[in-house]
C-alpha cells in the first residue's frame, strides 16, 4: 500500500509536468552514440563527482582540488544536498556508502542507518496502534534515530583528510546566503508539501516545517531563492564539535525536548547510542563482472538476486526494451522482491542466514517459475529448505583512485514531517518501514533498524574498480540498478546512455512491511518504449500504469586503459557531473 501510495503522487507530478508543458517538441539528434543520449559522458584524469544538484557538485569538485581525499568531497557534497535538495535528504536522515580503498586495494561498506526506539516496545506501539496494521507514513510513529551525521563521522576518521569545518563551510554558507531552486526540486517540492499538508493531523507538529521549508506560505518556485539559517548554525554547531554535538550535546538535547513536546518515541538515550557499522559488501558475479552491494537491512542483494536469475537468458538476443526483454525483467524483479518481503531485516536480530538467497543454484530454480508468455499474478517466496520513498545519491572519485559510492535519504520525501525546533531539518520517517506481523523478519522491535530502500552500487572487473553507481528512488532502486547494468553489460552502452535509456517501473510487489502481491502489480513504461511493445506486455498479462517514478541516476567509471573517469548523470533529475 505504501509503494502504491507514493508511486502515485510522483504519477501525478509526471501527468502534470506532461499538462504544462504540452506536446513534447521534437528533440535534436548527436552526431555520435544512441540518440536518445542527453550528452556525452564527463571525462576527467584527476577526479569526478556526480551528483543531482550542480552545486553540490561543483562543492565536491572543489574539495577534490583542494587536496581532499574522495570521502572530504562526498561529505562535502553530500552536506550541500541537504541544503538544496532537502525534499530528499539531510541529516535527520540514514546513510550508506560503498567505498574503494585504492591503498588497500579492497572495498569497504558503511551502514549508517538509525534504530528504533529503545523506549518504545512493540507492545506499546500494538496498543498505539489501535486497530492499525500498518505503522503511519508520517509523524511521531515513523521517527527512528538518524544514523546521517555519524556516517560521516565514521567515514572521515578512516578516509577524511580535510577537517570537517572546511567541508561543511561551503554549505554554511549556501544555507545563509540561500540558493536558487532548481525545476526539478521545486516541482517535487510542491508536491511534497502537498502531501504532507494533507497528512497534518497525523504528523502532529507542522509549525517549524511551514517555517523551514516554505516562503511565505507557499513551497519555493523554479528560480526563487530558498534560504535555512537554522540549518546554518546546526552544521556551525557540527564542523565545531563534531559528532558528539549531534548525539549527546547540544543538537541531541534539542531533539528530545522536542520529541517529549510532539509525542515521538526517540530519546537522548537513542542518539547517545547511535553507531554506524562497517560491513563486508555482498557480491555476484554477472557475466564477468562482480557487482557488490551492501547486506540488509537494505534491499541490495535484490538487484543480486535478479542479476542471477536473468543470467540465464540471452537478454542481447531478445533486444533492448523489446516485449520479450522487459517481460524477463519484470518476472525477474517480482521474484526477487517476494524474498525482500519475507526475508530482508536487520542482521543483528535475524535468527538465520540468507546468503542463499544469492547462489546460483537458488536462482535456477526460481527462473523456472517465469512464463515467457504470461504474467505472473501471485508468487511466493523461496524456502531455504529448497535451498531456493526518497533519497539521494552521489559518487565521486580522487586522483589517488579512491571510489565513494553514497546514498543517503529522508525516507519519503521531507521524511516524517517533523522538524525539531531551530535545527533546520526534518526527521526521517524510515521507522514506518517495519512490519506488525508477529513472526517476520522485519517486526518492530526496541533498537532495532527497519528495513531500508536504499542502496549505493559497486562493480569490479578482474579484482579492479569498474563502476560506481546509484538510481535513487525507493523500491525503483533495484530495478534501476539491473537495467542500467544490463544496459553497459549486456548492451554495450557507455555510462551517460545507459541512464538516459527508457526504463520500466513495477510497483505493487509483496512488502517488508506486511502487504502482499495479489494481482501482479502495475508496470509502468517511459515514453521510449513503443507503442507495440505496451501492447505485447498487456497481451501478456502486465497491467500498465500511465506513469510512475524512474529513479534518479548518478555513476563514475574507471577507465583503466586511459586512466581516466568517465562520468555521468541523467535527465531525471537536476544533476550534474564534473571532472578535472
Known amino acids: 500500500m505504501k509503494s502504491l501510495i507514493i508511486s502515485h503522487f510522483w504519477g501525478l507530478f509526471c501527468l502534470v509536468i506532461s499538462s504544462l508543458y504540452g506536446q513534447t517538441p521534437g528533440k535534436g539528434d548527436r552526431p555520435r552514440g544512441l540518440s536518445f543520449a542527453t550528452r556525452s559522458p564527463v571525462l576527467g584524469r584527476h577526479g569526478m563527482v556526480a551528483t543531482s544538484h550542480p552545486l553540490a557538485t561543483q562543492i565536491g569538485l572543489d574539495i577534490l582540488k583542494q587536496g581532499g581525499t574522495a570521502v572530504d568531497a562526498a561529505i562535502a557534497a553530500n552536506a550541500a544536498l541537504g541544503v538544496v535538495e532537502p525534499n530528499n535528504g539531510g541529516i535527520g536522515g540514514d546513510l550508506f556508502a560503498i567505498i574503494w580503498s585504492a591503498k588497500e586495494h579492497k572495498l569497504y561498506g558503511l551502514n549508517a ?137 547540544v543538537i541531541a538535547n534539542t531533539i528530545d525536548h522536542y520529541a517529549r513536546r510532539t509525542g515521538i518515541y526517540l530519546r537522548k538515550a537513542d542518539l547517545a547510542a547511535q553507531l554506524s557499522t562497517w560491513i563486508q559488501p555482498v557480491s555476484t558475479n554477472y557475466r564477468g563482472y562482480d557487482v557488490h552491494e551492501l547486506p540488509p537491512n537494505g534491499q541490495g542483494i535484490a538487484v543480486l538476486q535478479m542479476l542471477n536469475i536473468v543470467e540465464g537468458f540471452d537478454l542481447k538476443k531478445l533486444g533492448h526494451n523489446s516485449a520479450d526483454y522487459l517481460h524477463v525483467l519484470v518476472e525477474a524483479k517480482k521474484l526477487a522482491f517476494e524474498d525482500r518481503a519475507r526475508y530482508y531485516a536487520d542482521t543483528e536480530f535475524a535468527k538465520d542466514s540468507i546468503t542463499w538467497l544469492l547462489t546460483k543454484e537458488y536462482a535456477a530454480r526460481r527462473r523456472k517459475l517465469i512464463d515467457l508468455k504470461a504474467a505472473s499474478e501471485h508468487l511466493d517466496s523461496g524456502e531455504p529448505a529448497l535451498r531456493t520513498g526518497d533519497t539521494v545519491y552521489l559518487t565521486v572519485a580522487d586522483d589517488q583512485g579512491n571510489i565513494v559510492s553514497l546514498i543517503q535519504s529522508n525516507m519519503l520525501e521531507f521524511g516524517s514531517g517533523m522538524v525539531p525546533d531551530g535545527l533546520g531539518f526534518v526527521l526521517h520517517n524510515r521507522g514506518t518501514s517495519f512490519t506488525m506481523q508477529p513472526n517476520h523478519a522485519n517486526r518492530y522491535a526496541p533498537g532495532k533498524r527497519p528495513f531500508t530502500t536504499i542502496i549505493p552500487g559497486f562493480v569490479t572487473k578482474n579484482g579492479e574498480p569498474f563502476l560506481s553507481f546509484g538510481v535513487m528512488g525507493g523500491a525503483m532502486q533495484p530495478q534501476g540498478h539491473l537495467q542500467v547494468l544490463c544496459n553497459i553489460i549486456d548492451f554495450g552502452m557507455n555510462i551517460q546512455e545507459a541512464g538516459d535509456a527508457a526504463r520500466f517501473s513495477h510497483s505493487g510487489s509483496s512488502e517488508p512491511t506486511g502487504t502482499l502481491m495479489t494481482d501482479g502489480g502495475r508496470l509502468a513504461l517511459e515514453s521510449g518504449i513503443s507503442s507495440d511493445v505496451r501492447n505485447e506486455l498487456e497481451k501478456r498479462g502486465h497491467h500498465l500504469a500511465p506513469t510512475d517514478f524512474f529513479g534518479g541516476y548518478q555513476a563514475i567509471q574507471w577507465d583503466s586503459i586511459n586512466r581516466i573517469y568517465w562520468g555521468a548523470t541523467e535527465m531525471r533529475k537536476d544533476g550534474q557531473a564534473a571532472g578535472y
Do not use: C
Not at 141 to 166: I, Y
Not at 174 to 183: L, N, S
Not at 198 to 225: H, M, S, V
Open 113 to 249: 542507518s538509525g534504530r528504533s526506539p529503545k523506549g518504545l516496545t512493540y507492545d506499546t506501539l500494538r496498543k498505539v496502534l489501535e486497530k492499525r496494521t500498518l505503522l503511519p507514513l508520517y509523524g511521531p510513529l515513523s521517527v527512528s534515530v538518524p544514523g546521517t551525521v555519524d556516517g560521516w563521522f565514521q567515514l572521515h576518521q578512516r578516509f577524511g583528510k580535510l577537517p570537517m569545518r572546511d567541508l561543511l563551510a561551503p554549505s554554511i554558507r549556501y544555507a545563509r546566503e540561500g540558493v536558487p531552486v532548481p525545476q526539478v526540486i521545486a516541482y517535487s517540492w510542491q508536491v511534497a508539501y502537498n502531501r504532507l499538508a494533507a497528512a497534518e493531523t497525523e504528523i502532529k507538529e507542522f509549525d517549524n516545517f511551514r517555517k523551514t521549508f516554505l516562503i511565505n506560505g507557499k513551497a519555493p518556485t523554479e528560480g526563487q531563492i530558498f534560504r535555512n539559517p537554522d540549518l546554518a548554525t546546526t552544521y556551525s554547531a557540527i564542523a565545531k564539535g563534531g559528532r558528539d554535538v549531534f548525539y549527546r550535546g
